[in-house]
């Protein structure tokens, strides 16, 4: 079993900067991605950014990038989420996930496609 704890989440005004961490334990694979996904009240848990094992490949969801960076710690279980600009339309529940990596370009970002979940980190963001 894995354990994901993520931590930062808050309130801040819009403009505003969050960043976000998750530290994973336990029995984690060789080889995993971890990603980050978020959810909106009323709306479904949706893909927001990714990162691979060995932290030189990436991927984000249309609507954050250029606003956040996913980026993982030097001991590889640890990934954060720095979140600039931010909007209101940010507001969730963000969640950590991590999947096992064979291929990062193969990955599906989906909520099924991951192995294991933390229980999230309320972020607020007021206009």
């Known amino acids: 079993q894995v354990q994901l704890v993520e931590s930062g989440g808050g309130l801040v005004e819009a403009g505003g900067s969050l960043r976000l961490s998750c530290a994973a334990s336990?029995?984690?694979?060789?080889?995993?991605?971890m990603a980050w996904f978020r959810q909106a009240p009323d709306d479904e848990r949706e893909f927001v950014a990714a990162?691979?094992?060995?932290?030189?490949?990436?991927r984000y969801a249309d609507s954050v990038k250029g606003r956040f960076t996913i980026s993982r710690g030097s001991a590889k279980n640890t990934e954060y989420l720095q979140m600039n600009s931010l909007e209101p339309e940010d507001t969730a529940v963000y969640y950590c996930?991590?999947?096992?990596?064979?291929?990062?370009?193969?990955?599906?970002?989906?909520?099924?496609?991951?192995?294991?979940w933390g229980k999230g980190t309320l972020v607020t963001v007021s206009s």
């Open positions: 990162i691979s094992m060995s932290g030189e490949l990436t």
């Open positions: 336990g029995r984690t694979p060789g080889s995993y991605a």
């Open positions: 996930a991590t999947v096992w990596e064979h291929h990062f370009p193969s990955i599906r970002w989906t909520t099924y496609g991951m192995d294991y």
